[in-house]
């Protein structure tokens, strides 16, 4: 059973935020990116507590993401890059992301710093990311 639901149209959606945000992190942090998308729409907390699909968390207002702003962001993508956010919709989830609702780049060589909108739960190449605090309870 998938963690959650999607149409073609969404997959293709969170593929191209996917794309935007981490593609030079390759494979597996474009798919940590994925995986901070998916766990918005199961957040029953904060500003993603009212998120019920992919298309709204994508372009969600305040607290959306800054790739959809990138011209990569309306490019095509490829099978692969659907096929990686078909996976991060279905099953998939691993550390720093597992329970992730936020995550940044602060540039190369910067310090992630322990809290944006949560806590720090770890870095992966250049992308930070950070769980909900401990108080909060997301359902995830």
């Known amino acids: 059973m998938?963690?959650?639901?999607?149409?073609?149209?969404?997959?293709?959606?969170?593929?191209?935020?996917?794309?935007?945000?981490?593609?030079?992190?390759?494979?597996?942090?474009?798919m940590l990116v994925g995986n901070v998308g998916v766990n918005r729409v199961i957040a029953s907390c904060g500003l993603h507590r009212n998120l019920t699909s992919i298309k709204q968390m994508v372009y969600q207002d305040p607290g959306g993401f800054e790739g959809?702003?990138?011209?990569?962001?309306?490019?095509?993508?490829?099978?692969?890059?659907?096929?990686?956010?078909?996976?991060t919709i279905d099953f998939w989830k691993a550390h720093p992301a597992t329970r992730a609702l936020y995550f940044r780049n602060p540039g190369a060589g910067n310090p992630c710093g322990e809290e944006f909108?949560?806590?720090f739960a770890g870095r992966f190449k250049s992308h930070c990311f950070y769980d909900p605090y401990p108080e909060e309870e997301c359902g995830l």
């Open 2 to 30: 998938p963690r959650i639901k999607s149409t073609t149209a969404e997959v293709t959606l969170l593929a191209r935020l996917m794309k935007s945000e981490a593609l030079g992190e390759g494979r597996f942090g474009m």
């Open 68 to 87: 959809v702003n990138t011209p990569l962001f309306n490019e095509p993508v490829t099978s692969l890059h659907r096929k990686l956010a078909k996976r």
């Open 117 to 119: 909108f949560g806590v």
